[in-house]
C-alpha cells in the first residue's frame, strides 16, 4: 500500500484558484493510480478525478473538467490537483486516494489520505 498525505487547502474566494499536494510514501506509488475525491457536509464521498501510473491517461468527473487538472510526478512521489473558477459548492474535504488501476479507481481505491479542507466563499 501507498502512505498518503494531502496539503495545500485552504480558504479561497469564489473564482479563485488552489492547488493541492499529496505526498506519498512506500514502493508502490510509481506503479499506482492516483486519484482525488471530496466530501461535502452531509454529503457522499464522490470522485472528482484520477491519473494513470505514468500520467499518460486521466478520468475527470463532469463538474471538474476544463476546471480542475491532475498531474503526478514520479520521481517526488506527489499527485497534484490544480482547482481554478472555484465554486462555492466546491467546498469539501479533498481526499488523495490510490488504487491499483486507474479503470477501477472509483471503486476500488485502496490507500486513503487524511484529507485537507477547501472552502469556497461567495
Known amino acids: 500500500q501507498v502512505q498518503l498525505v494531502e496539503s495545500g487547502g485552504g480558504l479561497v474566494q469564489a473564482g479563485g484558484s488552489l492547488r493541492l499536494s499529496c505526498a506519498a510514501s512506500?514502493?508502490?506509488?510509481?506503479?499506482?493510480?492516483m486519484g482525488w475525491f471530496r466530501q461535502a457536509p452531509g454529503k457522499e464521498r464522490e470522485f472528482v478525478c484520477a491519473i494513470g501510473w505514468n500520467g499518460g491517461s486521466t478520468d475527470y468527473a463532469d463538474f471538474a473538467k476544463g476546471r480542475f487538472t491532475i498531474s503526478r510526478d514520479n520521481t517526488e512521489k506527489t499527485v497534484y490537483l490544480q482547482m481554478d473558477s472555484l465554486r462555492p459548492e466546491d467546498t469539501a474535504v479533498y481526499y488523495c486516494?490510490?488504487?491499483?488501476?486507474?479503470?477501477?479507481?472509483?471503486?476500488?481505491?485502496?490507500?486513503w489520505g487524511r484529507g485537507t479542507q477547501v472552502t469556497v466563499s461567495s
Open positions: 486516494a490510490a488504487a491499483a488501476f486507474l479503470i477501477n479507481i472509483r471503486t476500488r481505491a485502496d490507500s
Open positions: 512506500g514502493r508502490t506509488f510509481s506503479s499506482s493510480a
